[in-house]
């Protein structure tokens, strides 16, 4: 099973950048797209952003313009780059499958993004 380790989060200002990083410990090309999820405290997981194999991305109205998602399939790593932070995007950020039938890989601990206002 792969396993996946988020990291790269921390505490922002408002207007600032964050990148997000997420190394997979085998292969993520069997699924069909791989996605960036948060979950703040009180709220359901939610998908923000996603990618295929092909590289074609897909964005939650709430981050689009200002998150690139990205993917490095020969490392089986994705990235997050989130710019103009809002203290709404406060949450922790996990990555995992996306788009594939409901299949999900375990879920990792995540990585914790702070914006303050």
């Known amino acids: 099973q792969v396993q996946l380790v988020e990291s790269g989060g921390g505490l922002v200002q408002a207007g600032g950048s964050l990148r997000l990083s997420c190394a997979a410990s085998g292969s993520i090309f069997s699924v069909n797209a791989m996605g960036w999820y948060r979950q703040a405290p009180g709220k359901q997981r939610e998908l923000v952003a996603s990618i295929t194999r092909g590289g074609r991305t897909k964005y939650a109205d709430s981050v689009k313009g200002r998150f690139t998602i990205s993917r490095d399939n020969a490392k089986n790593t994705v990235s997050l780059q989130m710019n103009n932070l809002k203290p709404e995007d406060t949450a922790v950020y996990y990555c995992?499958?996306?788009?594939?039938?409901?299949?999900?890989?375990?879920w990792g601990q995540g990585t914790q993004v702070t914006v303050s206002s």
């Open positions: 995992n499958a996306a788009y594939s039938d409901n299949y999900y890989y375990d």
